[in-house]
């Protein structure tokens, strides 16, 4: 059974900088796309950004690109995310999830992820 356990998450100021972890378990490390996705109140949960643990390949939203990045560290089973130029709007509760590669067209697709970490919450204050 996949696992996955977030951390890192707080409360910053708009311009600051939060990284987020999450530890993996319980996966052939190799073929699977692992993502952050976040979800603010009264919206829908939003892909954020996802890594190819084969390639590296990433994938970023519109909204962080140039500003988020996500990373891996094999040897830990764990995957990163820095979050740089803090927003209000980048307040929500962030989530690491994980899925196999073969059955994920759209890496940003909440909905093509099996596996959830119970998430952590971000709050950027103006």
């Known amino acids: 059974q996949v696992q996955l356990v977030e951390s890192g998450g707080g409360s910053v100021q708009a311009g600051g900088s939060l990284r987020l972890s999450c530890a993996v378990s319980?996966?052939?490390?190799?073929?699977?796309?692992l993502g952050w996705f976040r979800q603010a109140p009264g919206r829908e949960r939003e892909g954020v950004a996802s890594i190819y643990t084969m390639t590296g390949n990433t994938a970023y939203a519109d909204s962080v690109r140039g500003r988020f990045l996500i990373s891996q560290d094999k040897a830990k089973n764990t995957v990163y995310l820095q979050m740089n130029s803090l927003k209000a709007e980048d307040t929500a509760m962030y989530y690491c999830?994980?899925?196999?590669?073969?059955?994920?067209?759209?890496?940003?697709?909440?909905?093509?992820?099996?596996?959830w970490g119970q998430g952590t919450q971000v709050t950027v204050s103006s």
């Open positions: 999830a994980a899925g196999r590669a073969s059955r994920i067209a759209t890496p940003l697709n909440s909905a093509a992820f099996p596996y």
């Open positions: 319980g996966y052939t490390a190799s073929f699977y796309y």
